[in-house]
């Protein structure tokens, strides 16, 4: 329940008074900037990989950083970070959703600056990036080294929250082909979750929660023998979502 005396502090002035001026008491309060930071997940060849921009502050020289900026006066949250995403990438039909915000006085090297981070994971294959300018590129987020600001922080909070929401929700098949193979889902989940899965194991959780279906095709053109394909059944699973527990290997 809400503590009365402390609710006062912000409503009235400190002779007891209502106050009647509510810009002059925005006016007084602490000034810094905030700003969204979007953390896009691609996966691609077996990969998880994230969206990067080099930084051009010259005292990250040559590091990276997240795609960001400045929210604007007149902008909401989720406004400023699909406003971000659509200039710097060109890419305007990926779903983001607020992952944490970051606070620290010290994250960046010219005063303090608040953060929103924003996460999507995609299929790189299927979003073709529009706009290369600044150096965009993809990277391995295993090999995410020395990055500008707090965003190796940002990205392996981001990273952790990507773990739990594919284990939560059938994320991951957005990810793959109409068509799949269960190689294929295995080979995904230990890319995203950075783990080895018993192949077993694996396959028994997800026929347990009846919602792949034999198309009666085989894979085409491997390397290896040509496995079993399946379709994903989104109908069934909107009808029994309870069925999908977290995936604990």
Not at 35 to 56: H, M, P, Q, W, Y
Not at 102 to 111: I, L, S, V
Not at 131 to 155: G, P, Y
Request: proline share 4%.
């Amino acid at each position: 329940m809400e503590d009365f005396s402390t609710i006062s502090r912000f409503t009235r002035s400190e002779n007891g008074k209502l106050i009647k001026n509510p810009r002059k008491l925005v006016s007084s309060y602490p000034t810094f900037p905030i700003t969204v930071d979007c953390a896009i997940f691609g996966f691609d060849e077996n990969e998880l990989k994230v969206l990067l921009i080099r930084s051009d502050l010259e005292v990250f020289k040559d590091q990276w950083s997240l795609l960001g900026d400045v929210i604007k006066d007149t902008e909401d949250l989720e406004e400023a970070a699909y406003r971000v995403l659509q200039q710097r990438t060109g890419m305007t039909n990926v779903f983001l959703e607020q992952v944490k915000t970051f606070g620290n006085p010290a994250r960046h090297p010219g005063g303090r600056v608040v953060t929103v981070a924003y996460c999507s994971l995609l299929n790189i294959r299927d979003h073709e990036l529009k706009i290369h300018d600044n150096e965009l590129h993809w990277h391995s987020v295993k090999s995410l080294c020395n990055m500008a600001f707090d965003h190796q922080t940002v990205i392996e909070y981001c990273n952790e929250w990507l773990k739990k929401r594919i284990q939560e929700n059938p994320l991951g098949f957005n990810l793959l082909p109409e068509k799949f193979s269960l190689r294929e889902l295995q080979h995904l989940y230990e890319a995203i979750l950075d783990v080895q899965l018993d192949r077993r194991n694996f396959r028994k959780k997800f026929f347990a929660m009846d919602f792949l279906d034999d198309v009666g095709e085989f894979e085409e053109d491997v390397p290896h023998r040509p496995g079993k394909l399946y379709k994903f059944n989104y109908e069934k699973y909107e009808k029994n979502k309870r069925k999908w527990f977290a995936i604990d290997f």
